[in-house]
């Protein structure tokens, strides 16, 4: 993978590290009014719908601003305000959908399973069938808090098997992990341009099944995040209601044309996985700790556990780090210290075994011999 000499390596779940002709594609002007980036527009959905198996049975509706934009639009617009959401917790990403709904004032239950544990599906059903008042589910795909991969699969089939609507939140996950709307049923699910499709931050987007938006008219709670009146605009005039991100879509399109180049999501996610292959089994031989077992790592970031070592302080380490040229994430954990290394982005292998040579250099610059976390 190339990118620019003074450019460092983002290993973060986004905004990551994007190609340098992706880069490039922004350096056009575009109207956004114009037909020619309409078409824009029109190609770009419909091309993540086919990205979901979703063509026929949902829509994509654009939305400007970071991927939460999106999320609090699908939430505003889709749930109805008397039915109950039930809100799958198991980390910071989870807890801020809580959040959205709080302020929004829509009743909600958790189901929290803590920083380290997926949802049980099962625990899931037993939760819908003993309240009836509960319409949706919500989950996070992939909980990059801990980096922990949720169950979306099992879980999509006890909600539809209890007549229940579920809403993803695959920010993260989106593009780098399969999801087939005719096998997975959800009502909604919600990602952004600057995650695994490899763009550039500007803009969220939801795929949400049409019959459920159609019957959405005037529920949302905001004027600039109603989902359903976005749609609508987008029908009539082919534009955005609003300023669009011009050059972040121009930017989107390579990185899907990119994306499909590299052999789609099944090509990506290898890619991804062997890059967390190496950075855990190295990181691992330095003496650090996953908070997760290998079943729950995902491919999009890793939590490793703090040293416990008295030279070893978080601040510093980063700094050593970007100085060598790589930006990693702190930690979002409650109980223990910890930091983040993502493996999406346009990276490979050879960033990761350069990034661990980074690791040895800013250890031995603290004085950092042994990377066991506290018991």
Request: proline share 5%; hydrophobic share 40%.
């Amino acid at each position: 993978m190339k990118t620019h000499r003074s450019d460092p390596f983002l290993l973060t779940p986004g905004p990551l590290t994007t190609s340098a002709t992706v880069k490039a594609a922004m350096q056009r002007d575009w109207g956004s009014w114009d037909d020619e980036f309409n078409a824009m527009t029109a190609e770009m959905c419909r091309r993540l719908l086919g990205h979901a198996n979703a063509t026929g049975s949902h829509v994509c509706v654009p939305i400007q601003g970071s991927g939460t934009f999106a999320v609090e639009a699908a939430l505003g617009s889709l749930i109805d305000p008397a039915l109950t959401t039930l809100v799958l917790v198991n980390g910071a990403y989870g807890k801020r959908l809580v959040s959205l709904l709080e302020r929004m004032r829509r009743p909600y239950e958790v189901l929290d399973t803590g920083d380290a544990a997926p949802p049980s599906p099962a625990t899931v059903t037993e939760r819908l069938q003993a309240d009836p008042s509960i319409g949706y589910v919500a989950l996070i795909h992939c909980e990059t808090s801990s980096g922990i991969l949720n169950p979306l699969e099992a879980i999509a089939e006890e909600v539809a098997a209890q007549e229940r609507e579920l809403i993803v939140d695959s920010m993260s996950a989106f593009g780098g992990l399969p999801v087939d709307a005719q096998r997975t049923p959800f009502l909604a699910l919600i990602s952004s341009a600057n995650k695994c499709f490899e763009g550039v931050p500007g803009f969220g987007f939801v795929i949400v099944r049409r019959d459920a938006l159609e019957a959405a008219e005037g529920r949302c709670h905001s004027l600039s995040l109603d989902l359903h009146d976005q749609w609508r605009y987008l029908q009539r005039t082919g534009q955005w209601r609003y300023t669009p991100p011009t050059h972040v879509v121009a930017a989107f399109l390579q990185a899907l044309d990119e994306h499909d180049a590299e052999g789609g999501v099944k090509a990506r996610l290898a890619r991804y996985t062997r890059n967390r292959e190496c950075l855990v089994t190295g990181m691992r031989r330095r003496g650090f700790i996953t908070l997760l077992e290998d079943r729950w790592l995902s491919p999009i970031i890793t939590t490793f556990l703090s040293p416990a070592h008295s030279a070893f302080d978080f601040a510093r380490f980063y700094a050593e780090l970007k100085a060598s040229g790589f930006i990693i994430y702190p930690g979002k954990l409650t109980e223990m210290e910890s930091f983040r290394i993502g493996s999406i982005g346009h990276l490979d292998v050879a960033v990761m075994e350069r990034l661990l040579n980074a690791v040895d250099e800013a250890l031995a610059a603290m004085g950092v011999d042994d990377c066991r976390p506290a018991a």
